[in-house]
């Protein structure tokens, strides 16, 4: 008589509501696969669509080429944009190269380019909150001329500022932002230059400050949290950091194989969202190993509801 198996250990599992794809990402992605099937393959994306490997792995599959740079991209096939936006010069290269492209900047990150322009129109100094280095940053960086932005990354930048002309300022922010951090520095901007413009409506956007908030939620119930995105997603690894400051641990896993089951020991409450650019099949893969280790229930805390849609470019509606 053979012994019977030892019970699996019961574990909740809190899986926040917003995760996951937001309307721009979405829109990247079928912009990519639309492009395959109206040109056929391959099609150049000049940096990675979206930031992540499963993703970027599906559309390379169907026959998408990553590059980093246009000067990659042969004479005669097409090339998309990413979502994070790109400098003017980048277009522009296109254009005089005669490269057929098509612009996959989310329609809130082209928001921030066209207040970028009008600020400048009017001979204003833009301060931009944002983490160099970061693709939706040097985008914005390239949309006026060199000078009339200021890069800000944290409070001690907004600190340390010294304008030329105090009373002329604007300043604009990277829509993956922590909003808390964000606001910090806003307060400091805000005290120091009371005549600065902030932007028309919310620059972070409703996606991010959505996971934000539904990570907020989850955590103070959760021993352990798990963010499924890829390490140079900046909203993803804002999102470990919200949990993080809920006195949360957190990690970030691009998927199921990144789980370390020794971290999960003693875990009886464990919380999962997922980046803007991480699939849903991801998290399911991740609920899945979870499910053979442990006794789960499973529980969805939704805080908020997404029904946005953003436009095709013209031409793809019905490719």
Same mark, same amino acid.
């Given at each position: 008589?053979?012994?019977?198996?030892?019970?699996?250990?019961?574990?909740?599992?809190?899986?926040?509501?917003?995760?996951?794809?937001?309307?721009?990402?979405?829109?990247?992605?079928?912009?990519?696969?639309?492009?395959?099937?109206?040109?056929?393959?391959?099609?150049?994306?000049?940096?990675?669509?979206?930031?992540?490997?499963?993703?970027?792995?599906?559309?390379?599959?169907?026959?998408?080429?990553?590059?980093?740079?246009?000067?990659?991209?042969?004479?005669?096939l097409p090339v998309v944009f990413s979502a994070h936006g790109v400098p003017k010069a980048v277009p522009a290269k296109a254009e005089e190269r005669g490269l057929s492209y098509l612009d996959a900047?989310?329609?809130?990150?082209?928001?921030?380019?066209?207040?970028?322009?009008?600020?400048?129109?009017?001979?204003?100094?833009?301060?931009?909150?944002?983490?160099?280095?970061?693709?939706?940053?040097?985008?914005?960086?390239?949309?006026?001329?060199?000078?009339?932005?200021?890069?800000?990354?944290?409070?001690?930048?907004?600190?340390?500022?010294?304008?030329?002309?105090?009373?002329?300022? #604007?300043?604009?922010?990277?829509?993956?932002?922590?909003?808390?951090?964000?606001?910090?520095?806003?307060?400091?901007?805000?005290?120091?230059?009371?005549?600065?413009?902030?932007?028309?409506?919310?620059?972070?956007?409703?996606?991010?400050?959505?996971?934000? #908030?539904?990570?907020?939620?989850?955590?103070?119930?959760?021993?352990?949290?798990?963010?499924?995105?890829?390490?140079?997603?900046?909203?993803?690894?804002?999102?470990?950091?919200?949990?993080?400051?809920?006195?949360?641990?957190?990690?970030?896993?691009?998927?199921?194989?990144?789980?370390?089951?020794?971290?999960?020991?003693?875990?009886?409450?464990?919380?999962?969202?997922?980046?803007?650019?991480?699939?849903?099949?991801?998290?399911?893969?991740?609920?899945?190993?979870?499910?053979?280790?442990?006794?789960?229930?499973?529980?969805?805390?939704?805080? #908020?509801?997404?029904?946005?849609?953003?436009?095709?470019?013209?031409?793809?509606?019905?490719?």
């Open positions: 008589m053979t012994d019977a198996p030892s019970a699996r250990p019961p574990m909740t599992l809190l899986i926040a509501a917003p995760r996951g794809f937001c309307a721009g990402v979405d829109r990247a992605i079928v912009i990519v696969e639309r492009a395959i099937e109206k040109y056929g393959a391959p099609v150049y994306v000049r940096h990675e669509i979206v930031h992540n490997k499963y993703v970027v792995d599906s559309l390379k599959a169907k026959g998408a080429i990553f590059v980093e740079e246009l000067d990659q991209v042969p004479d005669g900047t989310c329609p809130l990150v082209s928001k921030v380019h066209r207040q970028a322009e009008r600020h400048v129109k009017a001979d204003r100094h833009i301060l931009f909150i944002g983490h160099k280095g970061h693709p939706e940053v040097i985008g914005t960086l390239g949309q006026v001329p060199e000078g009339t932005m200021t890069l800000i990354e944290t409070v001690e930048d907004a600190e340390a500022f010294r304008p030329a002309d105090p009373e002329n300022l #604007a300043f604009l922010t990277q829509t993956t932002l922590s909003v808390d951090d964000t606001a910090a520095i806003v307060a400091v901007l805000e005290r120091r230059f009371p005549s600065i413009l902030p932007p028309k409506g919310e620059d972070i956007c409703y996606a991010t400050s959505n996971r934000q #908030a539904a990570v907020k939620a989850i955590a103070p119930r959760c021993d352990a949290l798990y963010v499924i995105g890829a390490p140079n997603s900046s909203n993803s690894v804002r999102l470990v950091e919200v949990a993080e400051r809920e006195g949360t641990p957190a990690r970030l896993i691009q998927r199921a194989g990144d789980i370390d089951l020794d971290w999960l020991h003693g875990v009886k409450t464990l919380g999962l969202t997922a980046g803007a650019s991480a699939p849903e099949v991801l998290v399911r893969e991740v609920v899945d190993l979870i499910g053979e280790h442990f006794d789960v229930h499973e529980e969805q805390v939704e805080t #908020a509801q997404e029904h946005i849609a953003f436009k095709l470019p013209r031409g793809l509606e019905a490719a």
